[in-house]
Each structure stands twice: as C-alpha cells, then as structure tokens.
C-alpha cells in the first residue's frame, strides 16, 4: 500500500463516521447541544469539514471548496467565509444549523477534493515544509496526519453526542 492509499484510507474512514453520527437526524437534532457549553453534531461536522478543507486548499495551493463551489452561501452562517469553528464561542457554535443533507454534502464534497490530492502525492512530496511557524516546522506528511486525527477526534465527539440523543 502506497502512502497516499494509507491517507486515502484514513481520510475515507473520518467520512464513514460523519455519514453515521448524522443519518436520519433532523436539523433539530443536530442542532442539539448534550449539555450547556458544549458542541452540536452540527457544529462538530461543520468544524471537522471546515478544518480539512481549510488545511487541504492552503497545502494543495488552491481554494477551498467552501468558497469556490458556494457552499459558505448554502450554510449560509453569520460568520466570514474564512472562519472554520477554530476559537469560536459556545454561542457562535450554536449558530450553526444545518440538515443532514447539507452538512454530508460539504463533507463528501471536501473529502473528494483531499483524496484527488492525495492522489497526486509521491512519498518524498510528504517532506516538504508547509508551516515554518512551528520548531520543528511542518511537514506535508505532518500536517496532513494532524487533519487526520482533528478530524477523527471530532467525528468520533459526533458520534458519542448522537448515542447521547437516543434515536
């Protein structure tokens, strides 16, 4: 198996779980904090979706899918274009309300750009230094492996919140 099939592989896998936490659950549900303070399975999969995108474009040196394909203006959110959840309050989380539909739409959407990525990616591409901001600087192979497991983690927050709602 070749790097880029392994990341493939990983990034299929945060998709298995988004279309999980989400399927069959109204724009209620998802909406739906488990306890005050805390994320919706809205915001998580908006967030985790924003993030890859995000993160993808700027490495890959294009525009994010949010923009260039409208989905900010199908979210339609009172946040700037650029924003992806990083910092943002419980209240301004709580703005993001979206169906199902939607929010696995921008998902599938984001993840078909990442992979046709991956797919131009040779082993040694994964050395090059893509954020010189940090000691030691980032790597592609880092960052892309860091996406991974912020996106993870948060698919697997809006998976335990969707057992928190009982449905």
């Keep these: 198996m070749r790097t880029d099939e392994v990341l493939t592989a990983a990034f299929d896998n945060i998709a298995g779980v988004v279309d999980a936490a989400v399927d069959g659950l109204t724009t209620d549900q998802l909406a739906q904090s488990p306890a005050p303070g805390t994320n919706s399975i809205a915001w998580l999969v908006w967030h985790l979706t924003r993030v890859q995108d995000d993160h993808v474009a700027e490495v890959a040196g294009r525009e994010q899918v949010y923009t260039a394909d409208g989905w900010a203006r199908r979210f339609d959110l009172p946040f700037p274009d650029e924003a992806h959840g990083y910092g943002m309050s419980t209240e ?41 901001g940090w000691d030691p600087p980032v790597t592609l192979g880092v960052r892309l492996v860091s996406v991974v497991t912020d996106d993870l983690q948060h ?3 809006a998976a335990y919140v969707r057992g928190l709602l009982s449905v």
């Design 92 to 132: 301004d989380a709580a703005k993001v309300r979206a169906d199902a539909e939607l929010l696995v739409g921008y998902h599938h959407a984001v993840s078909a750009k990442t992979k046709e990525y991956l797919a131009t990616l040779s082993d040694a591409d994964l050395d090059r230094v893509v954020d010189e």
């Design 155 to 157: 698919a697997g927050q």
